[in-house]
């Protein structure tokens, strides 16, 4: 599975992004699909992730509920839609994919992004 990322760029404080994350093949070879992000200096962290089939997700606490993880199956694409940015989300921002019993093993490039105070 290729994964491509793009949505990042620069915002001001209290804006919004939308990332996407386009997959190479079908999605029902995916069991889930997450937002990591890794700022200058820090460990990566898993920010939202969601189960393909069920659309069960999940959050890190310092995005929950400005940050929303959704897919389209359709598209085989999913989306962090970001909402109420701030400078401490400056990062990039990866999307991976996992099959079912597996780590994520599927990368995306990764998008920078940027806010401004």
């Known amino acids: 599975v290729q994964l491509q990322a793009s949505g990042g760029g620069l915002v001001n404080t209290g804006g919004s992004l939308r990332l996407s994350c386009a997959a190479s093949?079908?999605?029902?070879?995916?069991?889930?699909m997450g937002w990591f992000r890794q700022a200058a200096g820090k460990e990566r962290e898993l920010v939202a992730a969601?189960?393909?089939?069920?659309?069960?997700?999940e959050y890190a606490e310092s995005v929950l509920g400005r940050f929303a993880i959704s897919r389209d199956n359709a598209k085989n694409t999913a989306y962090l839609q970001m909402n109420n940015l701030n400078v401490d989300d400056t990062a990039i921002y990866y999307c991976?994919?996992?099959?079912?019993?597996?780590?994520?093993?599927?990368w995306g490039q990764g998008t920078q992004v940027t806010v401004s105070s």
């Open positions: 093949e079908r999605t029902f070879n995916i069991y889930k």
């Open positions: 969601i189960r393909w089939n069920t659309g069960i997700t």
């Open positions: 991976a994919a996992a099959r079912l019993g597996r780590d994520y093993s599927y």
